[in-house]
């Protein structure tokens, strides 16, 4: 399940990424326990309540995939959205969240240069 999180205006935050092993903090809500499992050019995976999650810059935007697991809808919306507010802040109305399937993903991944995890 891939989230893509874009500004209507075409604004993008400026990230603050954690330092070593913890590069993925920037967009991790505060107050969630998790451990990184990988990170790579600005993205990558992180376990969280036993869901491996993927963090991924596209340069218009963010995309969020639950790599790994099972989630209801509703908590996965809900997590997205702390992910949207973490990154966005205040300025988080002006954002969409949008679901997107597995052909528009591996289109986006192809044309950014970065492949996905189906697994």
Same mark, same amino acid.
Request: aromatic share 12%; no cysteine.
């Given at each position: 399940?891939?989230?893509?999180? #874009?500004?209507? @205006?075409? %604004?993008?935050?400026?990230?603050?990424?954690?330092?070593?092993? *913890?590069?993925?903090?920037?967009?991790?809500?505060? +107050?969630?326990? !998790?451990?990184?499992?990988? %990170?790579?050019? =600005?993205?990558?995976?992180?376990?969280?309540? +036993?869901?491996? !999650?993927?963090? %991924?810059?596209? =340069?218009?935007?963010?995309?969020?995939?639950?790599?790994?697991?099972?989630?209801?809808?509703?908590?996965?919306?809900?997590?997205? $959205?702390? #992910? *949207?507010?973490?990154?966005? +802040?205040?300025?988080?109305?002006? #954002?969409?969240?949008?679901?997107? =399937?597995? @052909?528009?993903?591996?289109?986006? $991944?192809?044309?950014? +240069?970065?492949?996905?995890?189906?697994?």
């Amino acid at each position: 399940m891939r989230f893509e999180i #874009v500004d209507r @205006q075409g %604004y993008i935050p400026e990230l603050h990424y954690g330092g070593p092993g *913890r590069e993925l903090a920037g967009f991790i809500p505060d +107050g969630l326990e !998790w451990t990184q499992l990988s %990170y790579d050019n =600005g993205g990558g995976q992180a376990l969280i309540r +036993g869901h491996r !999650w993927g963090f %991924y810059y596209a =340069g218009e935007g963010f995309s969020i995939v639950l790599e790994s697991g099972v989630e209801t809808i509703h908590d996965a919306t809900l997590f997205v $959205a702390q #992910v *949207r507010d973490k990154l966005f +802040g205040e300025n988080s109305h002006e #954002v969409q969240v949008l679901l997107a =399937g597995d @052909q528009y993903a591996e289109a986006e $991944a192809a044309a950014n +240069g970065r492949l996905t995890s189906n697994a």
